[in-house]
């Protein structure tokens, strides 16, 4: 017989899709939707397994788990909110709980994830709880881009795991990086962030391993390197990918040693941080050219996580605002209000530059606006000033005035040249787009199918299938044809 599951939640609608999914599985599922019903039922019969949502008719399902996770120490427990801040998402990691799933959330995930649960009621100890942290965390957004991001920096939480963090210039790397520190087991300690794209080549390793004196010319005292400096800490590599490939060797080497080793000097220094790095180039293509090792690659992105760019999280763009609008304010600009307006024009911009162009941008507008809530007529001038300034740029860096400047552009272009047949529209773009695509992920990793599936992000079988769709062989993307 099946564990009998408790399923606490007051969203009637979510508790009846998710006791039929469970009930379809064999399991036996009892339902309540307040703290108050939750205790008796536990009073009176054991689970295997509770799903909680967070807020309750009665109260905080998370600040009232302590108590039950006391009792039943051998009771999973899974955790649902509709609160999806990095905040619940921590909040749900310190009680211990299996997985944390922010809603909505894919059933047949959530299905699994409780016989995972189940199944793991031999597994262990439950982690430590921890303080609840509070509000004053660095990332903003509850979109479901942002929530895979939380859930991931959750994980590493309670261990030093060394984690690459992925993502386009602006998307705040960085914050990701401090989060884990602050959060972590390690946040009593120094946080020490290096932009090994800033280092000239000639330095990095002494920056970054010290040196004795007299090691080379200049080198008049003894320096702590960036990695003792971040003894008891976090040391965060940012820019990791212009790493020049002597220094990866070295960085390599102290990763597999945990021992380090200044420049001329002797003795070594055992390590005792935690590597956090961050790139937002794309290493596999760097691997395949060989200006990126292979085998330092896998050793830090032991978990990787990835930053969604600003245009796939637009949802995030009215709190993100809001938030840089609040930080203006602290910062002695004039504390100015978004209307709903505002909000939505500000949400339909493409943001290239991600959070850090729109927090630049919130800020000038804070300061340049002449009343004390901004609405769309206030931002409608200053986003067509960089709008000319962009296309001015590019006039200046070669590009012909002609050129489509995005995909719609583009897609305008081709449908005027091809004029394809009615009935044929969507294969025949498609096959337009995927072609030139395929040929430069297959130029980038030296016509290797494997990679260039990695790059692209698909899975290998389905870019072998529409390479055979398209015709196109390998030692096209090489100059073969």
Not at 8 to 33: K, Q, W, Y
Not at 210 to 222: L, N, Q
Request: with cysteine.
């Amino acid at each position: 017989m099946k564990e009998s599951i408790l399923l606490v939640e007051d969203d009637s609608s979510i508790a009846i899709v998710i006791t039929a999914a469970l009930e379809a599985e064999g399991f036996h599922v009892d339902r309540c939707d307040s703290i108050a019903g939750r205790d008796c039922l536990l009073a009176g019969k054991a689970y295997g397994l509770m799903l909680t949502d967070v807020m309750l008719t009665d109260g905080d399902g998370i600040e009232t788990l302590p108590p039950v996770r006391a009792a039943f120490p051998r009771m999973q427990v899974i955790i649902l909110s509709a609160q999806n801040t990095l905040d619940t998402a921590v909040r749900a990691s310190d009680t211990g709980a299996f997985e944390y799933f922010p809603k909505p959330f894919d059933l047949e995930e959530l299905v699994r994830t409780v016989r995972q649960a189940l199944g793991a009621l031999d597994g262990g100890d439950l982690p430590d709880a921890a303080d609840d942290l509070g509000q004053g965390l660095p990332l903003v957004g509850r979109s479901p881009a942002m929530q895979a991001v939380y859930r991931m920096i959750t994980r590493v939480l309670r261990n030093d795991l060394t984690v690459l963090i992925l993502g386009e210039s602006g998307t705040g790397k960085e914050l990701v990086a401090e989060a884990i520190h602050q959060l972590g087991n390690r946040r009593d300690g120094p946080f020490v962030a290096v932009n090994t794209a800033a280092i000239p080549h000639e330095l990095i390793e002494s920056e970054l391993f010290g040196h004795e004196k007299g090691a080379f010319t200049g080198a008049v005292a003894r320096q702590i390197g960036k990695f003792e400096q971040a003894a008891r800490g976090t040391l965060f590599l940012d820019e990791i990918g212009d790493m020049p490939l002597e220094a990866q060797t070295r960085l390599l080497r102290a990763l597999q040693s945990g021992r380090i080793r200044r420049v001329g000097g002797t003795e070594e220094i055992a390590l005792d941080c935690r590597i956090i790095a961050a790139t937002n180039r794309d290493l596999v293509p760097m691997i395949a050219a060989g200006t990126f090792r292979e085998d330092l690659y896998y050793r830090l992105a032991v978990v990787p996580i990835e930053l969604p760019p600003l245009r796939d999280r637009a949802d995030d763009v009215e709190a993100l605002s809001r938030h840089f609008l609040a930080r203006a304010a602290t910062e002695g600009l004039p504390r100015r209000q978004l209307s709903a307006a505002g909000a939505a024009l500000l949400a339909r911009q493409p943001w290239r530059g991600n959070v850090r162009e729109l927090r630049n941008f919130i800020f000038r507008l804070a300061l340049l606006a002449r009343d004390d809530v901004i609405d769309d007529a206030t931002i409608e001038p200053l986003l067509a000033a960089d709008s000319g300034a962009a296309r001015t740029a590019e006039g200046e860096g070669g590009n012909p005035a002609s050129a489509p400047a995005d995909f719609a552009a583009a897609l305008e272009a081709y449908l005027a040249q091809a004029r394809p047949e009615p009935g044929m529209l969507y294969d025949a773009a498609l096959a337009a787009f995927e072609r030139p695509l395929f040929l430069h992920a297959l130029a980038q990793t030296g016509g290797n199918q494997l990679r260039a599936a990695q790059l692209l992000g698909i899975n290998r079988n389905t870019l072998r299938k529409r390479l055979v769709d398209l015709g196109i062989a390998p030692e096209d993307a090489l100059g073969g044809r």
